[in-house]
Structure formats: structure tokens, C-alpha cells
């Protein structure tokens, strides 16, 4: 099968004998694992491709400010020079809008429309890969960008209109984003808005249900009638929020730490199994960085025996392999997910 039937199969809770799987990894780690196959080209000989993003939707926009800072299209500046990158000024002081020029959907569209044609032409000469648009940031990360995260939090109790009517623009310019995208054969999209921390819903539960819900239902049903799955990206644990997502129409959580508070797979597998997929799974906190090779190869080979029955699962690491992994950790991975391609 191909790399595009594979997955296609996974997201549709069927099993394959092939695990699909998703692997990034940071700059200087990479370098490092160059150095340790003396091949540049390790990736292609080592590794299958199983997606490709050719239309990747900016939805913060920069534009230089100083030689350290970048002004996103809402207005907001961020420090640029440290790692992560973070926001120091929010465009807007107080809980209003009044004042305020809120961007309008040209701004995010007309970027979108300047690579489509590109995107498209893409997508249809790749038949062997799952196609994916990846939506970037999401609805709560643009409302805490334009008010500053603490600040965010509060609107939420103290000024719940303002925050719903903020959050409702921003969705409208998202809902014009993936309109733009409904000739651009793909097979989904992803879409990011980090809701959890470790211990859970960050805003909580009943809030995210109030402010957030009504939202992204609007966007996974516009996704729904272009034929494309909605795959979501969200840091943490949000278990207590699955059965809402499968609700309004959510086919895939991408990220799933499992060290987070109930995200443990077979947990999820159990519960939500049968409703959801699950892309992730690798713990990034927990045994990418303090496990063995063995005991790496171990998880990621019990991970392929959990799903490969029924699907509903594509395995990665919930972030990136990090610079700071030891090259024999790393290797691990590689060579064991080298291995589930030919079992």
C-alpha cells in the first residue's frame, strides 16, 4: 500500500501491518546523526515518508520590527533572538476592541491564493503521500497573543462578551482561510491551539466548552464539507474534553503526551478508541529522554502492537527529538521505526 492508503486506513480505525509514523527532529540532533551514519542522505535510506505539507497557512504573518523583534499581522511584537521566541508586547491593553483595527480576511487570504496554485499542483503529482494543509496557530493562542496570557485568562471570567466577540473574529478569518483551501486536493487538515497543560484544560473544561467549543465546530464542519479530516494539534492533557471534540466532529488528536494527566494510550485506546485517532503517543518527556535504546525500542514496538489490530493511530514523538537527546536514544528510534516498515 501506499504511504497516503496506510494512513488513510489508520484514520478510519483499520488495521495495517505497517505502523505509519510522523518523525522531526531539531537541527543540531540531526546534524549529530548525520555524523554517526557518515551519510547526509540517512533520512531517505533509513526513514519512509509517510506525509507532505505543501501548503503550510501562516496565520501570524511577521514583519520585522528591530533587529529582534517581529510584529505578527494583529499587531502584537515578539522577541525573536531567545528560544522559544515569546511574546513581549500584546496589541491590545485593555478588554476592548474599540480602537482597535482588527485584521480582515484579505489579510490572511490573499497570502494563501499568491502559493495555492503552487500547492495544488503539488498535491496532485504526489499520490503516495498523506496531503496535508497545516493550519498553524488556533483561536485561543491568537486571543492570548492579542491580550497577553494572564490577561486572557481573566477576560474570560471578568469579560465574557469582549472575549466572545474577539474570539468569534478570529475564527471568522480562520473560516475564510480554509474556504480559500476547498479546491486544494488534500486529505486534511491540521490545525493547532494548545489547550492543556499537564494537569489538564487550561482555561478548564466548562470555559474551553463556552468559548472554544462553538468555534472550532464551526471550523471542523467547514473542513467536513470539503471531504478533509480534522486532525488537531493541542499540547497537554485535554482527555476530559475528547468526547466535545469527537462531538463536533474532531477525527484525530495529534501530540498526545502520555505523561501528561490521563493521556496514557491505552487509556485513550480504550475510551475513545473506537471515535478518535491518536497521532503521537512517543513520550517526548518521559522515555525519549531518560529511557534506554532498549527500552525506546521496547515502547515503540509495544505502541505498533496496541493499534495495529484496529488502527486509529500514527506514531510520533509528542515534540520533536530534541537537540539534547543522546545520539544512541535517537538512533534508536530510527532504527526501530526502520523496522516496523518491514514487518
Known amino acids: 500500500m501506499t504511504a497516503r492508503e496506510i494512513i488513510t486506513?489508520?484514520?478510519?480505525?483499520?488495521?495495517?501491518?505497517?505502523?505509519?509514523?510522523?518523525?522531526?527532529?531539531?537541527?543540531?540532533?540531526?546534524?549529530?546523526?548525520?555524523?554517526?551514519?557518515?551519510?547526509?542522505?540517512?533520512?531517505?535510506?533509513?526513514?519512509?515518508?509517510?506525509?507532505?505539507?505543501?501548503?503550510?497557512?501562516?496565520?501570524?504573518?511577521?514583519?520585522?520590527?528591530?533587529?529582534?523583534?517581529?510584529?505578527?499581522?494583529?499587531?502584537?511584537?515578539?522577541?525573536?533572538?531567545?528560544?522559544?521566541?515569546?511574546?513581549?508586547?500584546?496589541?491590545?491593553?485593555?478588554?476592548?476592541?474599540?480602537?482597535?483595527?482588527?485584521?480582515?480576511?484579505?489579510?490572511?487570504?490573499?497570502?494563501?491564493?499568491?502559493?495555492?496554485?503552487?500547492?495544488?499542483?503539488?498535491?496532485?503529482?504526489?499520490?503516495?503521500?498523506?496531503?496535508?494543509?497545516?493550519?498553524?496557530?488556533?483561536?485561543?493562542?491568537?486571543?492570548w497573543k492579542l491580550r497577553g496570557f494572564e490577561n486572557v485568562l481573566m477576560d474570560m471570567i471578568t469579560d465574557e462578551d469582549f472575549y466572545a466577540e474577539m474570539t468569534t473574529r478570529i475564527t471568522d478569518n480562520y473560516i475564510a482561510m480554509i474556504k480559500t483551501c476547498a479546491d486544494v486536493p488534500a486529505d486534511a487538515f491540521m490545525f493547532g491551539d494548545d489547550w492543556g497543560d499537564q494537569r489538564g484544560v487550561i482555561m478548564g473544561p466548562d470555559r474551553w466548552r463556552k468559548f472554544l467549543k462553538p468555534c472550532w465546530a464551526r471550523i471542523y464542519a467547514e473542513a467536513k464539507k470539503q471531504g478533509k479530516k480534522t486532525i488537531q494539534h493541542s499540547c497537554g492533557s485535554i482527555a476530559e474534553i475528547y468526547d466535545d471534540l469527537i462531538e463536533i466532529g474532531l477525527d484525530c488528536h495529534e501530540s498526545v503526551q502520555p505523561e501528561a494527566n490521563g493521556m496514557a494510550p491505552e487509556v485513550l485506546k480504550e475510551k475513545w478508541g473506537k471515535k478518535m485517532s491518536f497521532w503521537g503517543c512517543l513520550g517526548s518527556q518521559g522515555i525519549l529522554c531518560h529511557g534506554t535504546p532498549k527500552e525506546i525500542e521496547t515502547e515503540i514496538k509495544r505502541l505498533h502492537h496496541l493499534f495495529k489490530d484496529d488502527g486509529g493511530f500514527v506514531l510520533s514523538p509528542a515534540k520533536p527529538l530534541m537537540d539534547e537527546m543522546h545520539v544512541d536514544q535517537a538512533i534508536a528510534v530510527i532504527e526501530t521505526l526502520g523496522e516496523l516498515n518491514e514487518s
Open 9 to 143: 486506513k489508520r484514520l478510519n480505525h483499520e488495521g495495517t501491518s505497517v505502523t505509519p509514523y510522523n518523525l522531526f527532529i531539531e537541527y543540531e540532533l540531526e546534524q549529530k546523526i548525520a555524523a554517526y551514519y557518515k551519510d547526509e542522505n540517512w533520512r531517505t535510506k533509513k526513514l519512509r515518508r509517510f506525509t507532505t505539507n505543501s501548503l503550510w497557512i501562516d496565520t501570524q504573518l511577521f514583519t520585522p520590527y528591530d533587529d529582534i523583534r517581529q510584529k505578527d499581522v494583529y499587531g502584537a511584537i515578539w522577541r525573536m533572538d531567545k528560544r522559544p521566541w515569546h511574546l513581549e508586547t500584546p496589541p491590545l491593553d485593555e478588554p476592548t476592541l474599540d480602537g482597535y483595527d482588527f485584521p480582515g480576511e484579505a489579510a490572511f487570504v490573499t497570502p494563501i491564493l499568491e502559493r495555492k496554485a503552487a500547492a495544488i499542483e503539488a498535491y496532485n503529482a504526489d499520490t503516495e503521500h498523506y496531503r496535508i494543509i497545516d493550519m498553524g496557530w488556533g483561536i485561543f493562542e491568537h486571543s
